[in-house]
């Protein structure tokens, strides 16, 4: 029990992040792919892991060593062109991905009770800016994690489907596919919502935030710097190994349930609750809405902080989470953390479908990845930014095959 305890403090960054990712946007994006391939699909998520838990650490090893968020290590690197475009990119796939989780979070209540779904959006937006900013993220994202755990009813229904695992494993190594521009935008989508850049901004802050917290000002030795990498490898195994084992569940679940049953596009998110009758039964609406709100409620302040430390970081503002606004800190930070939330809200209001939009927030991401993953990539081997601490061999072929994987799916999409 001592080591299982001492191994749960180990967790930090890496698990929070690896759950944000299962987003609403993640959940209907992977429910769509097992609903129109099939099992087509499960073979992304294997191949994806070792790729996003590397560029994961290496976003982890940037912020810890230098001290410094990603925007403020890109602006003393590259001009202010470049870090004015990525840091763009970012707000822009931010805000969209906001707009989408929390339509899709109105959504979720409206299938509950019913009435309008863009109030319930509006108000989700409004009490997520309060608790952004006059909470501690860290003192209630403990009990939004419970409320991430009714998307463990996706495991349930794997569990009690009788699949034939003989079958799931040959076609996920050697998936049927047609390889077309449909093909190719799932691809996107899937690697979008799976290695996204909001989740290198945000993981590479909270290091740094729990270096000022602990260590800041103090000289440490070298043996407890490498002993911190190697927790941030554990911790970001952890959370990528939980993230991409929930996806695959979600996305085999709705491949036997939907798919099999001749659902091969969710249009609306009632269709996608069919997937978890087999084990909720009537309270198939009731686990996957507390999923999408609880998942939602965990994303969104994830993808606005991250805004918030990057525009932060280009300005020279100070940025923290621990900033008290009511003491005139932060006022810069937090007013980016308002914008892009209520930026999204706004969006939600457009007439489009939640669930279309979760799936097109994925393919912008996976679009707006490939740089950012080229410049993290450069800032991690200049000793420069990391002094002797630059990324090894091994996590340096990962992270560049996990950039290249990225931009050549997108360079496929784009000619295709």
């Known amino acids: 029990m001592t080591s299982l305890r001492k191994a749960l403090r180990q967790l930090g960054p890496g698990l929070i992040t690896g759950a944000a990712d299962d987003d609403p946007s993640g959940i209907a994006t992977y429910s ?6 099939g099992y087509g699909m499960l073979w992304s998520l294997i191949f994806t892991l070792p790729l996003m838990t590397a560029i994961q650490i290496v976003s982890a090893r940037i912020g810890y060593v230098s001290g410094q968020g990603l925007a403020a290590n890109m602006k003393q690197a590259f001009p202010r062109p470049v870090l004015l475009f990525f840091v763009t990119l970012l707000l822009a796939a931010n805000t969209l991905n906001i707009a989408a989780d929390i339509a899709a979070m109105g959504a979720a209540v409206h299938l509950l009770v019913g ?15 309060l608790m952004q900013v006059f909470l501690c993220y860290e003192s209630y994202v403990r009990w939004l994690k419970w409320l991430t755990l009714a998307l463990l009813a996706y495991v349930g229904v794997v569990a009690v489907l009788g699949l034939d695992w003989g079958q799931v494993l040959m076609r996920t190594l050697h998936p049927q596919l047609h390889w077309n521009r449909d093909t190719l935008l799932m691809v996107v989508a899937l ?9 290198f901004f945000w993981q590479a802050s909270q290091e740094v935030e729990d270096l000022n917290g602990g260590s800041a000002g103090k000289t440490l030795s070298r043996e407890q710097v490498h002993g911190h990498l190697r927790r941030i490898k554990l911790d970001t195994h952890v959370g990528m190994g939980f993230s991409n084992g929930i ?4 996305m085999l679940a709705t491949a036997a349930t939907l798919n099999a049953h001749g659902v091969h596009d969710i249009q609306t998110s009632a269709q996608a609750v069919q997937a978890l009758k087999p084990i909720a039964g009537e309270h198939a609406a009731l686990l996957f809405s507390l999923g999408i ?6 994303a969104v302040p994830v993808l606005a902080g991250s805004a918030g430390y990057a525009v932060a970081e280009v300005m020279g503002w100070r940025d923290s989470l621990n900033l008290k606004l009511e003491r005139g800190e932060g006022r810069g930070f937090y007013g980016v953390i308002a914008i892009a939330t209520l930026g999204g809200v706004a969006l939600c209001f457009a007439p489009l479908d939640p669930v279309k ?3 097109w927030a994925a393919v912008f991401n996976g679009i707006t990845a490939v740089p ?3 410049a993290m990539m450069l800032l991690a081997t200049r000793p420069a930014v990391m002094g002797p601490h630059v990324i090894g061999r091994k996590l340096r072929v990962m992270g560049w095959a996990a950039t290249a994987a990225m931009a ?9």
């Open 191 to 199: 690697f979008g919502t799976t290695i996204s850049p909001y989740l």
């Open 247 to 250: 996806a695959f569940c979600i």
């Open 115 to 129: 009435g309008p779904a863009q109030l319930f959006a509006l108000g989700f937006g409004i009490a997520s800016v």
């Open 32 to 37: 769509q792919a097992g609903a129109q391939f």
């Open 408 to 416: 050549l799916t997108v360079l496929a999409l784009a000619i295709a």
């Open 293 to 298: 709100i609880g998942t939602g409620l965990l």
């Open 372 to 374: 950012i993953m080229a």
């Open 357 to 359: 939009q979760l799936f």
